[in-house]
């Protein structure tokens, strides 16, 4: 890896600060659960019993009447809430008390009577003709159509193919979302105006939704009333203790609201871990018939697959199952996703949606396909990789991508744990202490790096020429620090003389839009490069003044005179403040860096606010600088390459998975904030880990009550499974055409690139393991001794 | 006050049995946290202009006062010894340590990720080692010396640990990190440069589910 980022940049690229270090490390960054308000009641769920029911009856008096309660609320009560049961745990009703036991000894006290209906837990059977209705979808369990794209003739392909393969996968595991932090606000109100504090991932979008709940729920109370309007819902959010794709909006803020108008206090209501792993969103699991037709040399004729997607109790199907046609050059594709619904929690984004079990499912195909055409795995992706440059394009629109480092991250990868040298057949290298050894590869191609949203960011400026910036997103890793750097590079600030005034806060920040699906540093940083360049424009103008002194360009004086002459002298031209250049807290000639005056100087000189304002749409330049997908399938969208290796040892004895080795690369477009960057990258081992070794939601196949629903169950990697020192990673950066100063969206393929860890164990064992997790159980029943 | 007994679920045990097994009463509420001195958070914080902070320069490990025979105090009143300071409050004798420290005291670094000891985001210092609160009971704690995150630093002078992870931006999302710096200082106050495994196995009871322990322990490492 390079020593330096951000190269002739004097902000972009450094280890920048964050903004809010201090307030970490000495606890103080708040949490929804640490906002604290005189007589603060603390909020507890009552889950659904079974799998599949309809509530007939809920008798609530002697919770009401235990000494500590202060509100229940039911699913009477609350629009987002049913009758209907379909899922264990479903919400039924709420309590706020004094205290958290008080809370949880006065669920025990409401009664629930129920017709229960039988469910459906697993996939498989859910599939089945005559199966059981999930309550899903009406009269069947799977959606009437698949999600589909098709492009160029499969059946011509496949005919022109000299090897064809046609095979099954196992499912690739779902698993929970099991965030340290789980689902947590804190409401309170004052008059009809509503106040929540939550950790979310979309600040606005989370608002938005309270607003048409309580809406819709007001009408529901007794006496009725509402409507909400919009400017009485005030959304604040500070810390937020993990995202990863669960906390775009909140099954909690609604009855959090609620309860606290009931009891007329704050409430701070907070999901047990029980409660927390059933009514976030679980990463899809997924199967896939696949059929592959490849010339001898490697190149790919046609590529047909069918995906089954278990989409729990909303039915939903992992939109982005077919990954590999973002990656993989082939004419002629087809594609059928469907969406199966169970009794189960829902299924929904988990680090991406559906692309850990993607990229399972893909690379399943592509290293037998490396097997049985005889050639290096390595080699058959070099093959098949959509190239860079002219043909790096969309093959189902034709529409180019902005960037796309897949080929210099394979290269990298494989330079850095030595894969030519190390890999060998599947099942062939025994390690002198009697482990297998193997080595995987994987690298894919991401078209999340760079959607739309509305995003906005407004500048204040300071008089002593330092800057104040509000953003409208939560404080997920590069969002505010991106932003900042950006907003000094372009107004010529040092990092330091920039900072965020305040983040979260729906009441002073323009939109700040998801912070999800890598969307948030591009995003938001367009958006404060639209408001840097005003600010700069405002400020140029000044400094280049003959009425001020200073530069002393063009005659338009920095105020407009009172009364305005008759004809009003004119704004400088474009190609007259390019002659300015601002870096490092100075404004200068660009012919003569020595005549320079500080922003200070020119903020003495105007009288008005300087406020800068930014969209993603640039007035100036014409464009969309946020990413080229301001409408989907506009022109051309942002990939993000990625790639990584590993190394394992197999202990055939016990299982046991021991990572020898880890890479991950990543291209960036531009690094903008090298902290936050370099956490993404390190943090690919352990989420990946997790994925492939660790993680399967285990459900009783009659109940439907999800087994674990904790950290010892639902294990997560501690300190000791990963081996730090052998964690290794590099950012590349391959300047994106159009993302503001070259940066991309990177989180998603950061660390979801999970099946290297099957690839590398199948090429260990010499079996293969279709499906996750790969558990030492799994392991050795594929060895023949389980 | 009304007592309602209600069975767990589960064992067929109610919490209120369990306590009073152990020979302890019920109790009122009172909260007392002015005598703490720490302020508590009761309207809706901004984030102020951030600044570096000076160093502590003091590095010598801090040895808590000796234990003072105990004087059982009226059933339900405890007084505890919180970041260098006496709090006498009534307590519940279901009340964790982590709810009275947080919820009464306004000690909200620490964090309840779990409330049953597996992921060490409400770690603190009890006598000297780490304990993990969610799993202690407030009306126990009595005459043991409670350090949490708050209590660290000198002023306005970081404790060099958080220096440590401030200067390293040993952090992401910022949850687990109270707990991890907690099992840090344990760690640098007993061996000031560590290895890599006894870094490792210091914050080997605090869950990270952002993926930063590669940053964690090579910051650990770096030592104090």
Same mark, same amino acid.
């Given at each position: ?175 929970? !979302? ?103 969103? !679980? ?504 | ?224």
């Amino acid at each position: 890896m390079v020593d330096e980022f951000g190269s002739g940049l004097a902000v972009i690229g450094k280890r920048n600060p964050d903004y809010v270090a201090d307030d970490i490390v000495k606890g103080e960054h708040v949490f929804a659960e640490d906002v604290m308000r005189a007589g603060k009641l603390y909020g507890r769920i009552l889950g659904s019993k079974y799998a599949k029911a309809k509530i007939t009856g809920i008798n609530t008096a002697k919770a009401e009447a235990l000494e500590g309660v202060k509100a229940v609320i039911t699913y009477k009560e609350v629009s987002t809430w049913s009758d209907q049961m379909l899922c264990v745990d479903q919400e039924v009703a709420a309590v706020a008390a004094v205290d958290e036991d008080t809370a949880e000894r006065a669920l025990d006290l409401i009664e629930v009577t129920y017709n229960v209906e039988v469910p459906v837990i697993d996939p498989d059977e859910a599939m089945k003709p005559g199966a059981p209705n999930t309550g899903v979808f009406a009269g069947t369990n799977v959606t009437p159509t698949p999600s589909n794209i098709t492009y160029g003739d499969v059946a011509k392909g496949f005919t022109e193919a000299d090897v064809i393969l046609e095979e099954e996968t196992g499912y690739v595991a779902r698993h929970t !979302h099991n965030q340290i932090e789980g689902f947590i606000s804190t409401a309170w109100w004052q008059g009809n105006d509503c106040y929540i504090w939550a950790g979310t991932q979309n600040p606005f979008g989370h608002k938005a939704a309270l607003q048409a709940g309580l809406t819709a729920s007001l009408k529901l109370a007794n006496p009725p009333a509402g409507p909400q309007p919009l400017n009485k819902v005030h959304f604040y959010n500070h810390g937020t203790g993990g995202g990863f794709g669960n906390k775009g909006s909140s099954p909690m803020n609604l009855p959090c609201a609620l309860l606290s108008r009931k009891a007329g206090k704050a409430v701070t209501l907070k999901t047990t871990r029980k409660i927390y792993t059933v009514v976030g969103v !679980h990463q899809y699991a997924a199967k896939m018939k696949f059929k592959i037709g490849a010339k001898n040399d490697g190149t790919l004729t046609a590529v047909e697959t069918t995906c089954w997607s278990d989409g729990g109790k909303n039915g939903g199907r992992s939109a982005f199952a077919d990954i590999h046609k973002d990656t993989w050059k082939c004419a002629n594709f087809k594609s059928d996703i469907w969406g199966i619904a169970t009794n189960k929690g829902a299924s929904g984004a988990w680090r991406c949606v559906g692309h850990p079990a993607a990229g399972v499912l893909s690379d399943l195909m592509l290293e037998k396909l490396a097997v049985r055409l005889k050639i290096n795995p390595l080699e058959l992706r070099r093959k098949i990789f959509l190239p860079s440059g002219a043909g790096n394009i969309n093959q189902q629109n034709g529409q180019p991508y902005f960037s796309d480092g897949i080929r210099p991250c394979l290269e990298k990868a494989a330079e850095l744990i030595g894969y030519s040298a190390k890999y060998h057949e599947a099942g062939t290298k025994t390690l002198p202490d009697g482990r297998l050894h193997g080595i995987g590869i994987h690298a894919r191609a991401d078209g999340h790096g760079g959607m739309s949203g509305a995003r906005g960011i407004i500048i204040n400026m300071c008089e002593d020429g330092t800057a104040l910036f509000n953003i409208g997103g939560a404080r997920n890793m590069g969002g505010p620090g991106g932003a900042g750097a950006v907003i000094a590079e372009t107004i010529g600030l040092t990092y330091d003389q920039v900072r965020c005034g305040d983040w979260g806060n729906t009441d002073v920040c323009a939109e700040g839009g998801s912070q999800g699906g890598s969307t948030y540093t591009i995003s938001n940083g367009a958006a404060a490069m639209v408001a840097a360049n005003d600010v700069r424009r405002q400020l140029f103008i000044v400094a280049g003044s003959k009425a001020t002194g200073m530069l002393q360009q063009w005659a338009r004086p920095p105020e407009p005179p009172n009364p305005q002459p008759a004809t009003p002298v004119p704004d400088p031209t474009d190609a007259q403040l390019d002659l300015l250049e601002a870096k490092e807290g100075k404004i200068f000639l660009k012919s003569d860096p020595t005549k320079s005056v500080t922003h200070a100087q020119v903020m003495a000189a105007i009288s008005q606010p300087v406020i800068g304002r930014g969209v993603r749409w640039d007035p100036v330049l014409r464009k969309d600088v946020g990413g080229g997908a301001f409408k989907k399938g506009g022109p051309g969208v942002h990939k993000t390459g990625a790639a990584c290796a590993v190394e394992v040892a197999v202990d055939p004895d016990t299982g046991h998975v021991e990572v020898l080795n880890y890479v991950n690369v990543l291209d960036f477009g531009r690094v903008m904030d090298r902290n936050a960057a370099e956490g993404q990258m390190v943090a690919g081992l352990q989420v990946e880990f997790n994925q492939m070794i660790y993680w399967e939601d285990v459900y009783d196949p009659i109940t439907g009550v999800q087994m674990g629903y904790n950290h010892i169950h639902d294990r997560l990697c501690t300190s000791l499974d990963i081996p730090e020192d052998k964690n290794v990673i590099d950012m590349l950066e391959t300047i994106d055409a159009n993302g503001p100063y070259g940066c991309h969206g990177i989180a998603e393929p950061s660390v979801g690139k999970a099946c290297v860890f099957l690839n590398a164990v199948n090429n260990a064992i010499g079996k293969w393991i279709i499906q996750t997790p790969t558990t030492p159980r799994t392991i050795l029943r594929a060895l023949g001794k389980g | 006050m009304a007592e309602v007994e209600k069975k767990d679920r589960k064992s067929g045990i109610s919490r209120r049995d369990f306590i009073k097994g152990t020979g302890l009463a019920v109790g009122g509420v009172a909260i007392s946290s002015t005598v703490l001195g720490v302020a508590c958070k009761t309207t809706t914080p901004t984030p102020g202009a951030n600044t570096t902070p000076p160093v502590s320069t003091n590095t010598t490990p801090v040895k808590p006062p000796p234990v003072t025979t105990v004087v059982k105090a009226p059933e339900g009143v405890v007084t505890l010894n919180v970041n260098g300071q006496k709090v006498v409050m009534e307590v519940k004798p279901e009340w964790s340590l982590a709810f009275v420290l947080r919820e009464k005291l306004g000690l909200v670094a620490l964090k309840v990720g779990c409330d049953r000891a597996e992921c060490g985001a409400c770690n603190i210092l009890v006598d000297g080692k780490q304990h993990l609160a969610c799993s202690m009971m407030a009306i126990e704690s009595e005459g043991r010396t409670i350090v949490t995150l708050e209590g660290l630093a000198s002023g306005p002078n970081l404790h060099p640990v958080q220096k440590l992870f401030l200067d390293n931006s040993t952090f992401q999302c910022g949850y687990c990190t109270p707990g991890m710096i907690i099992s840090a200082v344990a760690l640098l106050t007993k061996t000031p440069k560590p290895t890599l495994d006894q870094a490792r196995l210091a914050v080997a009871g605090n869950l990270c589910y952002c993926g930063d322990y590669t940053r964690i322990v090579n910051t650990i490492v770096k030592g104090i």
